[in-house]
């Protein structure tokens, strides 16, 4: 009765299921995403201006909207789990694995539907535009893979500690900075050039980030989540 | 099914919570695991179940003579206990499909029917476990551990929360389950004890 891959990934979704099912009772996440988001985006728009800077200063004023508005939220995946001690029917059920994917395409979800809200919204009241929307549209979700995948397994680490907000912002600097240079790089890249090629270093660098997390979270996991 | 326990101790820090504990228990069997608050029957039915590592010795799982990989092991087992919580926000019903989906139980919606009549818990179904009382939400803790139909139950503090009528239920879930499968419990209560055939106490 070993699992299968098949089975794994199915799992995945029910967990994955099951948490927009709380999300949808509690809508904890999706406030606290949306509600820093919003304000943070209001008050850097009223600080500045809306020609006080240039398009590489914005662009690296979206990313950081959204790094610090994820960290509002995407820690409460695995918070939850542990405040409600559920942490460990959830264990008892399921593989690791299966909890992992599911949580980490939840984060995804979340921090998509973060981004439809808050890019357009960015665009508008910023007064920003870019030259490539396709470059600009691969940085983002690229960039957002990198961050939920590294949000959902720092979630996991700091789920069992006593100071988890604090702590999941901490930690999540200099594992997501990688993510943030690149983030706010191809973006800037975006802003000016229309060729692909000129983007091909930030959305490599992107790429190749979100694969190594994912498969580091894959391949240890089961000892973040049972230790 | 066939679980064997050798040499296994638990320290917290510097505290040494189990001393090198040995057993074996096959299907048809039944063990009470007994001793004052703070000897550790927690620590070892987490230790059983793989929710805690032995700090030494270690636990196996054996099916027809084939040892399981830990990460197998939720496959055959449902734990009841009074740290295990099911999801509040949820129904009592979402929360059982939940488990019935990850553990692809066939006809599941005739099984949750039937255990839920079974545990006095009819017409609830549809109502968020935040509603229910405690005594509700341990019955439920029942459903949902036996809802798998698994091959080893452990029970920690079984018929803490329950009324006379809650801990009948039990009782006969407790004699049904040692008949041909595995049951492992930890209690201190007298009659709760009747139902090991044999008895773990630890000494604090």
Same mark, same amino acid.
Request: glycine share 6%; net charge neutral.
């Given at each position: ?23 949808? /009772? ?7 995403? #949306? ?48 405040? /409600? ?5 959830? /264990? ?10 599911? /949580? ?6 979340? #921090? ?5 809200? &808050? ?95 994912? &498969? ?12 | 099914?066939?679980?064997? *326990? ?10 040494? +919570?189990?001393?090198? %504990?040995?057993?074996? +228990? ?6 009470? %695991? ?25 636990? !196996? ?5 084939? *040892? +399981?990989? !830990? ?8 734990? $009841? ?37 079974? $545990? ?8 968020? $476990? ?9 019955? =439920? ?25 809650? %801990?009948?239920? $039990? ?11 595995? =049951? +492992? ?20």
């Amino acid at each position: 009765m070993e699992i299968s891959r098949l089975q794994s990934l199915r799992n995945a979704w029910f967990v994955f299921q099951k948490d927009v099912q709380q999300e949808f /009772k509690t809508r904890y996440s999706v406030n606290a995403i #949306l509600l820093f988001a919003i304000v943070t985006l209001f008050a850097v728009s009223f600080s500045i201006g809306t020609f006080g800077a240039s398009k590489e200063v914005k662009s690296a004023l979206l990313w950081i909207i959204l790094f610090f508005s994820s960290m509002s939220g995407l820690s409460h995946i695995f918070v939850r789990e542990e405040e /409600k001690h559920t942490s460990d029917t959830l /264990k008892l059920i399921c593989a690791p694995v299966s909890i992992f994917i599911g /949580k980490l395409i939840f984060n995804f979800i979340l #921090l998509l539907l973060l981004e439809i809200i &808050t890019v357009p919204l960015f665009f508008a009241v910023m007064n920003f535009s870019v030259a490539s929307t396709s470059i600009f549209l691969s940085v983002i979700l690229l960039g957002s893979i990198g961050l939920s995948a590294g949000a959902t397994m720092i979630a996991a680490i700091i789920s069992k500690a006593s100071a988890k907000g604090a702590l999941f912002a901490v930690l999540s600097f200099p594992i997501l900075l990688p993510v943030l240079v690149a983030g706010i790089s191809g973006t800037k890249v975006a802003v000016i050039e229309t060729s692909f090629l000129k983007a091909a270093d930030e959305l490599q660098m992107l790429f190749a980030y979100a694969v190594v997390v994912i &498969t580091a979270g894959l391949l240890l996991f089961d000892f973040v989540w049972n230790e | 099914m066939k679980i064997t *326990a050798s040499g296994i101790s638990k320290y917290f820090g510097e505290k040494k +919570i189990l001393r090198d %504990i040995n057993f074996e +228990i096959e299907s048809g069997m039944s063990i009470a %695991i007994t001793g004052p608050n703070g000897s550790g029957k927690t620590t070892l039915l987490k230790i059983l179940c793989g929710l805690m590592r032995p700090t030494m010795g270690n636990i !196996q799982y054996q099916v027809n003579g084939t *040892a +399981i990989k !830990q990460e197998s092991w939720f496959k055959y087992l449902s734990l $009841v206990g009074p740290y295990l919580e099911l999801y509040e926000e949820l129904s009592a019903e979402d929360n059982l499909l939940f488990l019935a989906r990850i553990k692809n139980i066939p006809s599941a919606r005739a099984k949750i029917k039937s255990l839920m009549e079974r $545990v006095n818990l009819k017409g609830r179904e549809a109502d968020d $476990v935040k509603t229910y009382s405690s005594g509700m939400r341990q019955r =439920l803790k029942y459903v949902f551990a036996l809802l798998s139909d698994p091959q080893i139950l452990l029970l920690d503090e079984p018929t803490s929360n329950l009324d006379e009528e809650g %801990i009948g239920i $039990v009782y006969e879930i407790m004699q049904q389950q040692k008949k041909e499968k595995i =049951l +492992i419990i930890a209690t201190n209560e007298r009659q709760d004890l009747k139902y090991g055939d044999k008895q773990i106490a630890i000494t604090a």
